[in-house]
């Protein structure tokens, strides 16, 4: 009996569908406060009150014994961020851990993908302003997916667009998170003190013990957590490395083991990651206990925060912006976001479905990972803090950086939802084909219990 070649974007379980589902809702209200705090923030920043704007951002605040007496742009960008990245390592680790993406077959794709991501636009870059050197340092600006920005489209012109191809999106922009803080904390550390480096692992394993031993104590954890960031901040190393190295030790599955997971009527499943009893009630891991916590404070607050305090670059007319758009760092960010991420993207999928033979899964084409591959363009928050960490906030190329995450973001919106409404029709269709439960026990026919 001949083999049956794999499938690139198969539907998964129906009980990962709902959690992705629920996720996306939540991104995608943080994606529409990003879009509105942006926007605020550049009107404001090229009015006649500018320098009201200026004096806001630039407020210090904290306490100088500790060398926390920050401005308020910067407290976003090392404090505010650490709470983003902390909820993007803890949906990376509970995707690889108990998702649908512990099967190798399916992580492979969004991997491969978000390497081809963070690759090729690097390159590009490097391509048209390495010539600069003060210009290369902002090689890594293109690399990353904005998931908050990025669903706002989707939440506009995608809304019928496969589950798979929404968690293919959500997975993709997660893991070029976590490679864009392996970046931030390689190539952008300007000096390293290994003491307080060393210091912060004390911290950070009191945390990880006391969350193995299923503590939820915030009195106990959120201290531990801070002094954890404030060494990681003191050691040189951007801040928000402490909020992934935070939520990798909290454990993805509850004490003693997995349990069963719950299909929509409230019964009891029996697939591989069921408890020994069958039973749902031992209730969910920590991760998943934090990430419903966090992420509200996350998409709500934390980036609509940073976007205000970070997109306000005054733009000086028709001549400062023609100004910008001469420049090799805005030109190598353009060209980087939209090209250069879509390639990447696109061409890393296509590698993959090439050496192992796979096929996409049924009424799926290309065009829809061409336009998803498009979308992974949209490179907001990260864009912004690597541009700052690169040139400088507030320097000149800084402003250049701004300008060209902001029009190539938006480019790369309309360039996505065109090809999405051209396949508006395709994705109603298996829309419809999924939602068919023949016999009644909540689970669509289309779906596989997990």
């Known amino acids: 009996m001949p083999a049956v070649p794999p499938r690139l974007f198969s539907r998964g379980s129906w009980i990962e569908a709902g959690r992705v589902a629920a996720i996306l809702r939540k991104e995608t209200i ?21 320098g009201a704007y200026e004096s806001l951002r630039d407020l210090r605040v904290g306490p100088e014994v500790l060398h926390l007496n920050l401005g308020l742009g910067a407290w976003a960008a090392d404090g505010l961020l650490a709470v983003f990245f902390f909820v993007a390592g803890l949906e990376l680790k509970r995707e690889f851990v108990a998702g649908d993406l512990r099967n190798v077959r399916q992580a492979v794709v969004p991997v ?7 690759i090729v636009p690097a390159a590009l870059y490097l391509l048209v302003a390495g010539g600069d050197g003060a210009g290369a340092r902002g090689w890594a600006i293109p690399t990353a997916t904005d998931i908050a920005f990025a669903l706002a489209v989707l939440a506009v012109i995608g809304r019928h667009l496969p589950p798979a191809l929404r968690t293919f999106l959500l997975t993709l922009a997660v893991v070029d998170d976590l490679l864009a803080i392996c970046v931030i904390a390689v190539f952008y550390t300007a000096h390293l003190s290994v003491l307080p480096l060393l210091g912060a692992l004390v911290p950070l394993a009191v945390f990880g013990l006391l969350v193995r031993r299923g503590v939820r104590s915030w009195w106990l954890l959120l201290p531990l957590a801070a002094v954890t960031w404030g060494l990681v901040h003191a050691s040189g190393v951007h801040a928000t490395v402490a909020g992934v190295l935070l939520a990798f030790t909290v454990p993805v599955h509850p004490r003693g083991g997995p349990v069963a997971e719950t299909v929509p009527d ?7 990651d069921a408890g020994p009893d069958g039973r749902p009630d031992a209730g969910p891991g920590l991760a998943e206990h934090f990430e419903h916590r966090f992420r509200p404070l996350s998409a709500a607050v934390a980036v609509p925060v940073f976007a205000f305090l970070s997109a306000g670059v005054p733009l000086g007319g028709l001549d400062g912006l023609a100004a910008a758009l001469r420049d090799p760092v805005t030109v190598g960010v353009l060209a980087g976001l939209i090209l250069g991420k879509p ?27 061409a336009a998803l591959a498009v979308l992974a363009g949209i490179g907001f928050t990260v864009s912004l803090l690597i541009g700052e960490l690169a040139f400088g906030a507030g320097s000149a190329r800084d402003g250049y950086v701004k ?48």
């Open 343 to 369: 390639l990447g993207v696109l061409g890393a999928a296509w590698l993959v479905a090439r050496f192992t033979r796979a096929h996409l899964d049924e009424g799926l084409t290309w065009t829809d990972v």
């Open 266 to 272: 409230g019964r009891p499943d029996t697939g591989p």
């Open 112 to 118: 491969a993908a978000a390497v081809g991501g963070v």
């Open 30 to 50: 943080g994606g529409a406060l990003l879009l509105v705090a942006a926007t605020v923030a550049l009107v404001w920043a090229n009015s006649p009150w500018s």
């Open 403 to 450: 300008v060209a995450v902001l029009g190539g973001s938006l480019t790369a919106a309309l360039v996505a939802g065109v090809l999405l409404r051209l396949r508006d029709r395709a994705y109603r269709l298996i829309e419809e084909a999924e939602r068919v439960d023949s016999d009644g026990d909540g689970v669509p026919d289309a779906y596989q219990r997990p």
